[in-house]
Every structure is written in C-alpha cells, then in structure tokens.
Nanobody
C-alpha cells in the first residue's frame, strides 16, 4: 500500500512556472513508477508525465514536452513536476499516481492516487 500527497499547486500567470511535489509513503514506495495526470473541467483525466523506478526513464505527453520535467528523489520518496512556460490550457487538477509496472503511461495501470492539487493559469 502506498499513500500519495500532492502539493505545490496554485494560481500563476501564463508564461510562469510552478513546481508540484508528490510525497509517497508506505511499503517500498521507492519501487514504483511515478506519474502525473491532470483533469481539466469537463474533460477526462489525461496523462502528463511519468518516471520509472528502474533507471529513471521519463515519458511525457506531447502537449508538455519541452516545458515540463518530472524527477524523483528516492531518498526523500518524492516525485516532482517542474512546469515552465505555463499556458491557460494547462489549468487542471493535477494528480500524482504510482504503479509497480515499469513502462506504462496508461491511467488504468496506476494503482495508487493522490487527492489532487489545483493548478490555474491565467491569461
């Protein structure tokens, strides 16, 4: 069992930056692929980024490539999402998630989820 708690959301102007953090706790929490997903109002939840626990390979949605960076610190059991050059269309609730699978970005393959943190980008 893994518990996930997100932090770092807020309101920012377009072009600005935010850093989200996900704190993981529980048994062997470092042995999980960590992912970030987001859900905008009226839309389905979508994949944003993921980082594996074997080798730290990263995956990104096309919409955030070059702007967002996912990282993890297994000593601290955290997974961060640095978001730069934010756009109004990045406005959403951002969720941290974890899975024992290594190479996956599919929402249905993630077993553990945080409560989410709101990110609002004003134009």
């Amino acid at each position: 069992q893994v518990q996930l708690v997100e932090s770092g959301g807020g309101l920012v102007q377009a072009g600005g930056s935010l850093r989200l953090s996900c704190a993981a706790s529980g048994r062997s929490s470092s042995a999980y692929t960590m992912g970030w997903f987001r859900q905008a109002p009226g839309k389905e939840r979508e994949f944003v980024a993921a980082i594996t626990w074997t080798g730290g390979r990263t995956y990104y949605a096309d919409s955030v490539k070059g702007r967002f960076t996912i990282s993890r610190d297994d000593a601290k059991n955290t997974a961060d999402l640095q978001m730069n050059s934010l756009r109004p269309e990045d406005t959403a609730v951002y969720y941290c998630a974890a899975t024992r699978e290594v190479h996956t970005t599919a929402e249905t393959r993630f077993d553990y989820w945080g409560q989410g943190t709101q990110v609002t980008v004003s134009s």
